[in-house]
């Protein structure tokens, strides 16, 4: 089970961090990554990360900006988010990968665990 925490609402240029708490029974991860979803639009990748390895990969609208991270000790994936713009405003994923495959995928079906998301909404 995967558990998002940290969203809210925040002015334009401010900063939200969150988190992905796993529980339940163990299970092997690749890779995890952050997705989000604004109304009427599709599911697109925000970041990811090679559990093992500690790799990361950013979708180009939040580059510079966001920072991905992981704790294994505490099984929980971050997600600080920096320079908030009102574009960033959605609903926010995070999605775990039992698969192996190369690099960190952008693909939604490339994961198999969610979480049940976490609003964000950012303000002008």
């Known amino acids: 089970q995967l558990v998002e925490s940290g969203g809210g609402l925040v002015q334009a240029g401010g900063s939200l961090r969150l988190s992905c708490a796993a529980s339940?029974?163990?299970?092997?991860?690749?890779?995890m990554g952050w997705f989000r979803q604004a109304p009427g639009k599709e599911r697109e990748f925000v970041a990811g990360?090679?559990?093992?390895?500690?790799?990361?990969y950013y979708g180009d609208s939040v580059k510079g900006r966001f920072t991905i991270s992981g704790d294994n000790a505490k099984n929980t994936l971050y997600l600080q988010m920096n320079s908030l713009k009102p574009e960033d405003t959605a609903v926010y994923y995070c999605?775990?990968?039992?698969?192996?495959?190369?690099?960190?995928?952008?693909?939604?079906?490339?994961?198999?665990?969610w979480g049940q998301g976490t609003q964000v909404t950012v303000s002008s």
């Open positions: 999605a775990a990968g039992t698969r192996w495959r190369p690099g960190i995928s952008t693909d939604v079906t490339a994961y198999d665990y």
């Open positions: 339940g029974r163990t299970f092997s991860r690749y890779a």
């Open positions: 990360i090679r559990w093992s390895g500690g790799s990361t």
